[in-house]
């Protein structure tokens, strides 16, 4: 099934419906299926696009973006959303490695988009804002107002939709590529678990370069209200959830943690928030325990995957009313519909329920390959099963436990240690706002556990005698943190709102050998 196919539904069932809101500018679901073929027309007859040509967006959470995504694909093309978090030279790679021509970019971004095109790592630059800067002939509004509404490019299930480029921490960034098919699925098989329809109003917290916000497909697909907002906090993401009367909102962890926490809170009229998402992780016990109080009548669903093979676990609303330190909140949830996982041992045999092995998985949500990376893709592919590198094990039930990156399980003398374990033993202190656990060289047992702690505002810094002993109350002696570090900043943190362990790990070290 095409992805264009959502919106054709949409116009079709909900035509006066509204289907964005972005500051004071409301669309209908027909005025956005105009624009979007006439954005589609002009891409084809003024920029040049044939079948699919790549064509990368570069911009904050907007409508111009939501269009843009559908024009692409409305003309035949195939987007490359870019991270807007990257360096220039980074964005050159990403560019250069697709083969991109035509970039599209948001105001904030116009030094950047004109340099990419000086280096010669585009050739074309369509400006989403206003009047085009010195480098950009083409417009956004402009390719609309001047062209006429194109045909509908009708794609394929196997056909390219996107190149979606992780990011790099194993070495340079490779372009995922993911079909038509692909992508329809993990939206399609996301409703079948997520109670989500037309009366739906969505809030884009995820970026919207990220396959995190799966919410472009199925809110559309369902002709619901899309929200965007280009920049927000926690707590002005609050405030716009009260405004416009906000059903459904996917994010991370550590927004929710800032939600939860928000000191007027209780002057918001949230009486329409229906369900919190969360993926990345799991929610910190202590996180969820007063993200629940908090919101009590608010259901949490959190979904796991990668951008390889997105959405294949979920953790329902159903599933998160049990105590607050009942085992299964520290899960991913069960296999989604459709597709299937398994944990196996090094040769690829799955394991007995319960023993940690590597969690790999099949179904239509699993990439066509990786962008001109035969060797790459065939080491993750095998056997028609995809590799996640991420170590977990599960339970008779069918829940699955994430216990790690299999390249960050610390090994400590003979015994395996899982930093999330220690990071959730961590959260419940009352002086810590985050934590990273890492192992760092010990000469005695070859890896030691090590603790980089941000402490909450005013919180007074707890001695590592006492974070030792407030850990053996929760997890085993060894695997407990034998040395502890603090930072007055954030933790590092990805796009998916994964806390990066890379620049942890190299600060800490770093600083424990300045040499």
Same mark, same amino acid.
């Given at each position: 099934?095409?992805?264009?196919?959502?919106?054709?539904?949409?116009?079709?069932?909900?035509?006066?419906?509204?289907?964005?809101?972005? $500051?004071? #500018?409301?669309?209908?679901?027909?005025?956005? %299926? @105009? /624009? &979007? +073929?006439? =954005? *589609?027309? $002009?891409? #084809?007859?003024?920029?040049?696009?044939?079948? %699919? @040509? /790549? &064509? +990368?967006? =570069? *911009?904050?959470?907007?409508?111009?973006?939501?269009?843009?995504?559908? %024009?692409?694909?409305? +003309?035949?093309?195939?987007?490359?959303?870019?991270?807007?978090?990257?360096?220039?030279?980074?964005?050159?790679?990403?560019?250069?490695?697709?083969?991109?021509?035509?970039?599209?970019?948001?105001?904030?971004?116009?030094?950047?988009?004109?340099?990419?095109?000086?280096?010669?790592?585009?050739?074309?630059?369509?400006?989403?804002?206003?009047?085009?800067?010195?480098?950009?002939?083409?417009?956004?509004?402009?390719?609309?107002?001047?062209?006429?509404?194109?045909?509908?490019?009708?794609?394929?299930?196997?056909?390219?939709?996107?190149?979606?480029?992780?990011?790099?921490?194993?070495?340079?960034?490779?372009?995922?590529?993911?079909?038509?098919?692909?992508?329809?699925?993990?939206?399609?098989?996301?409703?079948?678990?997520?109670?989500?329809?037309?009366?739906?109003?969505?809030?884009?917290?995820?970026?919207?370069?990220?396959?995190?916000?799966?919410?472009?497909?199925?809110?559309?697909?369902?002709?619901?209200?899309?929200?965007?907002?280009?920049?927000?906090?926690?707590?002005?993401?609050?405030?716009?959830?009260?405004?416009?009367?906000?059903?459904?909102?996917?994010?991370?962890?550590?927004?929710?943690?800032?939600?939860?926490?928000?000191?007027?809170?209780?002057?918001?009229?949230?009486?329409?928030?229906?369900?919190?998402?969360?993926?990345?992780?799991?929610?910190?016990?202590?996180?969820?325990?007063?993200?629940?109080?908090?919101?009590?009548?608010?259901?949490?669903?959190?979904?796991?995957?990668?951008?390889?093979?997105?959405?294949?676990?979920?953790?329902?609303?159903?599933?998160?009313?049990?105590?607050?330190?009942?085992?299964?909140?520290?899960?991913?949830?069960?296999?989604?519909?459709?597709?299937?996982?398994?944990?196996?041992?090094?040769?690829?045999?799955?394991?007995?329920?319960?023993?940690?092995?590597?969690?790999?998985?099949?179904?239509?949500?699993?990439?066509?390959?990786?962008?001109?990376?035969?060797?790459?893709?065939?080491?993750?592919?095998?056997?028609?099963?995809?590799?996640?590198?991420?170590?977990?094990?599960?339970?008779?039930?069918?829940?699955?436990?994430?216990?790690?990156?299999?390249?960050?399980?610390?090994?400590?003398?003979?015994?395996?240690?899982?930093?999330?374990?220690?990071?959730?033993?961590?959260?419940?202190?009352?002086?810590?706002?985050?934590?990273?656990?890492?192992?760092?060289?010990?000469?005695?047992?070859?890896?030691?556990?090590?603790?980089?702690?941000?402490?909450?505002?005013?919180?007074?810094?707890?001695?590592?005698?006492?974070?030792?002993?407030?850990?053996?109350?929760?997890?085993?002696?060894?695997?407990?943190?034998?040395?502890?570090?603090?930072?007055?900043?954030?933790?590092?943190?990805?796009?998916?709102?994964?806390?990066?362990?890379?620049?942890?790990?190299?600060?800490?070290?770093?600083?424990?050998?300045?040499?």
């Amino acid at each position: 099934m095409r992805i264009t196919q959502g919106l054709v539904r949409a116009v079709v069932t909900a035509a006066d419906r509204t289907a964005t809101i972005d $500051g004071d #500018r409301r669309r209908t679901w027909r005025e956005v %299926g @105009d /624009r &979007v +073929a006439r =954005l *589609a027309g $002009g891409l #084809r007859a003024q920029a040049g696009l044939k079948t %699919g @040509d /790549r &064509v +990368a967006i =570069l *911009a904050n959470n907007c409508d111009f973006y939501f269009e843009t995504y559908f %024009g692409v694909l409305w +003309a035949g093309g195939v987007l490359t959303p870019l991270n807007t978090r990257l360096a220039t030279p980074e964005l050159a790679f990403q560019l250069t490695d697709a083969g991109v021509q035509t970039l599209c970019f948001g105001e904030e971004f116009t030094a950047v988009a004109e340099q990419l095109l000086a280096e010669g790592a585009v050739q074309r630059l369509v400006a989403m804002d206003g009047a085009p800067g010195a480098s950009a002939h083409l417009t956004h509004e402009g390719l609309i107002q001047s062209s006429e509404p194109a045909e509908e490019h009708l794609a394929e299930d196997g056909d390219l939709a996107g190149i979606f480029y992780t990011g790099g921490t194993t070495g340079l960034p490779k372009g995922v590529m993911l079909s038509h098919g692909n992508m329809h699925t993990i939206a399609a098989n996301l409703l079948m678990s997520i109670p989500f329809d037309e009366s739906g109003v969505n809030f884009h917290a995820a970026p919207m370069f990220h396959l995190a916000d799966i919410g472009i497909l199925f809110a559309t697909m369902t002709g619901a209200t899309h929200v965007f907002r280009r920049s927000f906090t926690a707590e002005s993401m609050l405030e716009a959830i009260a405004e416009h009367g906000v059903t459904h909102c996917f994010t991370v962890p550590a927004v929710i943690d800032r939600m939860a926490k928000y000191e007027r809170l209780d002057q918001l009229d949230l009486s329409k928030l229906q369900m919190l998402g969360y993926g990345g992780s799991s929610l910190p016990a202590a996180t969820l325990a007063l993200a629940r109080q908090k919101f009590p009548n608010i259901g949490f669903i959190q979904g796991f995957g990668q951008t390889e093979m997105a959405s294949c676990t979920v953790l329902t609303p159903a599933a998160h009313q049990c105590a607050d330190d009942h085992p299964r909140l520290r899960s991913c949830g069960k296999v989604a519909l459709g597709f299937e996982i398994r944990i196996v041992d090094e040769e690829g045999r799955e394991v007995p329920r319960g023993q940690i092995g590597e969690i790999v998985g099949r179904g239509g949500n699993v990439m066509l390959g990786y962008w001109n990376r035969p060797e790459e893709t065939a080491d993750v592919m095998r056997n028609g099963w995809l590799h996640t590198r991420d170590a977990g094990w599960m339970d008779e039930e069918g829940y699955i436990y994430i216990t790690d990156r299999l390249k960050d399980m610390i090994v400590s003398g003979a015994e395996n240690v899982y930093s999330i374990e220690v990071e959730n033993a961590l959260s419940w202190h009352p002086a810590i706002e985050e934590a990273a656990v890492i192992g760092v060289p010990d000469p005695v047992w070859g890896e030691r556990v090590h603790a980089h702690i941000v402490c909450k505002t005013g919180a007074e810094q707890p001695s590592f005698e006492e974070l030792s002993a407030f850990c053996r109350q929760r997890i085993a002696g060894f695997k407990t943190p034998k040395s502890v570090s603090f930072s007055d900043t954030r933790l590092p943190r990805s796009a998916a709102g994964k806390i990066q362990k890379g620049p942890v790990r190299e600060a800490v070290l770093k600083d424990l050998d300045p040499a």
